[in-house]
């Protein structure tokens, strides 16, 4: 039986650091009879050289179009636009099945090619639970960042560009010596704090040493009672992480920051969840999408009052790209392992199935 092939394509997004497959996994799928062709990448966290240790086999930067149609091709992004049609499968996080700017456009390109699309984002396992995700270090990056921005807070100071971090080591002891050595003293509130993201957050604030009582820890249970909330305002940080799925009110308001005067404690708000042009996003405070470039803006919350900044950056693991890939890639790889065999693996014929739905509800809005 032919070896399966599958290649891993560069990533063009500015800042994009992460990888689908990293050399530890690439080793493994080799190991177990893949051939994995990898692009070669100076923005990758993952240096050439280590994928060709492990045996891959290099290829040039962005050529993906060339490969053989029963390679696959594996990324994170979006591909970039085109009308192009695709006639390979690809493996990938794609956005357009839920109606996202552009959706129809993408999936055309597919059926004009022949090519097919497994969304990693509707990868999951019997329980409907996604198999791989990278919530935890997106939660854990927001919280240092959070942290960042207390200590530019503390000086007066507005929280310059910030680069990605080699390692998760790196970010902790930077995190902790620009707060003086330790994050003791500091006090957060984690709302979601049960699930992938916040599970992040906390962890990385006991890393920097907030005292365990610091740490508070909210999810379905506490938020019951309903919003605003003035616990909030008690804390120096506060992380949002929920899933957001239905109408709640709101965990926090400009009034009631304004109303608390020199009174509040709360000096930066960390929202994971970047339900920013969501309706009924919890936090509306803020407007836009903080950049890497830019990570804060400033609340009005009136001259006379302490400044007060949200961080809403919607790419956050890329602050850790060698550990959140590391680890997205080991969840994935199961799934992987059983690519050969997909006509009988649910993981892999329930995306199949739903990409064609979406793939016919695409041809019928390009065709009207
Ligand atoms: N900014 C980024 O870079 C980035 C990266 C990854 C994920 N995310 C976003 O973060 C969000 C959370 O993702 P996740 O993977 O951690 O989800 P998850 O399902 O693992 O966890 C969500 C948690 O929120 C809790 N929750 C839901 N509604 C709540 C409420 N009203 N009050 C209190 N708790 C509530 C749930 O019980 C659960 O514990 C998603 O919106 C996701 O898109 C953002």
């Not at 990938?92 to 004009?112: I, P």
């Not at 909330?229 to 239905?246: A, P, W």
């Not at 930066?268 to 950049?291: A, G, H, K, Q």
């Not at 799934?335 to 509800?361: C, G, H, I, M, Y």
Request: proline share 5%; aromatic share 8%; glycine share 8%.
């Amino acid at each position: 039986m032919a070896k399966t092939s599958l290649w891993l394509r560069c990533e063009t997004k500015e800042f994009e650091r992460r990888a689908a497959l990293t050399p530890t996994t690439s080793k493994r799928l080799i190991d177990a009879g893949f051939e994995i062709f990898v692009e070669r990448d100076e923005q990758r966290i993952f240096h050439d050289s280590e994928y060709e240790a492990v045996g891959c086999t290099l290829v040039e930067n962005n050529s993906w179009p060339t490969a053989p149609t029963t390679t696959t091709i594996v990324g994170l992004k979006e591909l970039e636009e085109s009308t192009d049609p695709l006639p390979h499968t690809h493996i990938q996080f794609a956005h357009c099945y839920k109606n996202q700017a552009g959706w129809s456009t993408v999936l055309s390109r597919f059926h004009r090619g022949g090519g097919t699309l497994y969304d990693l984002e509707f990868l999951a396992d019997a329980s409907g639970r996604r198999v791989a995700a990278f919530g935890f270090h997106a939660g854990l990056a927001g919280a240092a960042v959070g942290a960042l921005a207390l200590s530019s807070n503390q000086k007066g100071e507005k929280l310059g560009h910030l680069e990605s971090f080699e390692t998760e080591a790196a970010l902790v002891a930077t995190v902790k010596q620009l707060l003086g050595g330790s994050g003791k003293g500091v006090k957060a509130l984690v709302i979601g704090a049960l699930g992938r993201c916040g599970r992040g957050a906390v962890d990385l604030f006991r890393k920097i040493g907030l005292a365990e009582d610091d740490i508070i820890k909210w999810d379905m249970a506490e938020t019951a009672k309903g919003g605003p909330f003035s616990e909030i305002l008690d804390v120096d940080i506060f992380v949002n992480c929920i899933y957001l799925n239905s109408a709640i009110p709101a965990f926090i308001t400009r009034n009631q920051i304004v109303a608390a005067g020199t009174q509040r404690k709360l000096a930066v708000v960390v929202d994971v969840s970047c339900d920013t042009t969501n309706p009924f996003n919890p936090i509306p405070i803020y407007t836009i999408n903080t950049t890497f470039s830019e990570p804060t803006e400033a609340v009005d919350v009136g001259a006379q009052n302490p400044p007060l900044s949200v961080i809403s950056i919607d790419q956050l693991p890329t602050l850790l790209p060698r550990e959140a890939s590391e680890q997205f890639s080991m969840d994935l790889l199961p799934s992987l392992l059983k690519f050969p065999n997909r006509q009988t693996a649910p993981v892999w014929t329930d995306a199949e199935r739903l990409f064609k739905e979406k793939l016919a509800s695409a041809v019928e809005v390009e065709v009207v």
